[in-house]
Nanobody, 120 residues
Framework: QVQLVESGGGLVQVGESLTLSCAASGSIFSLHAMGWYRQAPGKQRELVATTTSGGSTNYADSVKGRFTISRDNAKNTVYLQMNSVKPEDTGVYYC??????????????WGQGTQVTVSA
């Protein structure tokens, strides 16, 4: 069993910064791709940013230059630094983790989601 605990969401003003964290724990042999997705009211869940075990990153065009994804493999944690936030960044943010458990079986886990609200 693997648990993902997200934290860091909240209410911020336009132009401010926010950092999200997602910590994985449990039967983890190795972490592979880790990422953040978001879902705004009435919209589908969309990719925000991903990072591979090798450190490569990928961002949605809408957040390039404003958001930074990073990971601490020693802590099994992925972060999303959100700068210069805009009202359209409002939504529920979910982390997603691809991993191997101790049986070398591959699994994908999603966090419970954390609400980010940007007020104008």
């Amino acid at each position: 069993q693997v648990q993902l605990v997200e934290s860091g969401g909240g209410l911020v003003q336009v132009g401010e910064s926010l950092t999200l964290s997602c910590a994985a724990s449990g039967s983890i042999f190795s972490l592979h791709a880790m990422g953040w997705y978001r879902q705004a009211p009435g919209k589908q869940r969309e990719l925000v940013a991903t990072t591979t075990s090798g450190g490569s990153t990928n961002y949605a065009d809408s957040v390039k230059g404003r958001f930074t994804i990073s990971r601490d493999n020693a802590k099994n944690t992925v972060y999303l630094q959100m700068n210069s936030v805009k009202p359209e960044d409002t939504g529920v943010y979910y982390c997603k983790v691809d991993l191997w458990d101790f049986r070398r079986l591959s699994y994908v886990y999603w966090g419970q989601g954390t609400q980010v609200t940007v007020s104008a």
